[in-house]
């Protein structure tokens, strides 16, 4: 892609191929836009920052979610830790009379 010229309103004229084209406008190549019935021609109109604003969206929600599985794999440890305590001491509870086992509930 390159620009080859320059508008009175801040903007720029560009040449692209059109698989560059198929590229900005979200699809691997020419044949994906054929697919989807996507014609491009003179005239078209790409909003490039609604598109990036979604995939800077994208970008930051997965660093938020590698942050939320790292903390849910935290706490799958702790759980994994306690919960031999935990069974010991409802064993011994239900054993004395304290609790009731229902299935694999226990209610006190």
């Keep these: 892609m390159k620009i080859i010229?320059?508008?009175n309103d801040d903007g720029y004229f560009i040449s692209a191929t059109k698989r560059e084209i198929a590229n900005l406008?979200?699809?691997?190549?020419?044949y994906c836009c054929e697919e989807k019935k996507i014609r491009i021609d003179v005239?078209?109109?790409i909003h490039i920052s609604e598109m990036y604003s979604q995939l800077h969206s994208?970008?930051?929600?997965k660093s938020d979610l590698l942050a939320c599985r790292t903390n849910l794999l935290?706490?799958?440890?702790?759980?994994?830790?306690?919960?031999?305590?935990l069974?010991?001491?409802?064993?011994?509870a239900a054993e004395d009379?304290?609790?009731?086992?229902v299935g694999d509930a226990v209610v006190g």
């Design 97 to 101: 009379g304290m609790v009731k086992e």
């Design 58 to 61: 994208l970008a930051s929600a």
């Design 5 to 7: 010229g320059k508008n």
């Design 74 to 85: 935290t706490a799958a440890k702790l759980c994994d830790m306690v919960s031999p305590v």
């Design 43 to 45: 005239g078209m109109e």
């Design 87 to 92: 069974a010991a001491a409802l064993t011994g």
């Design 25 to 30: 406008i979200g699809y691997y190549n020419i």
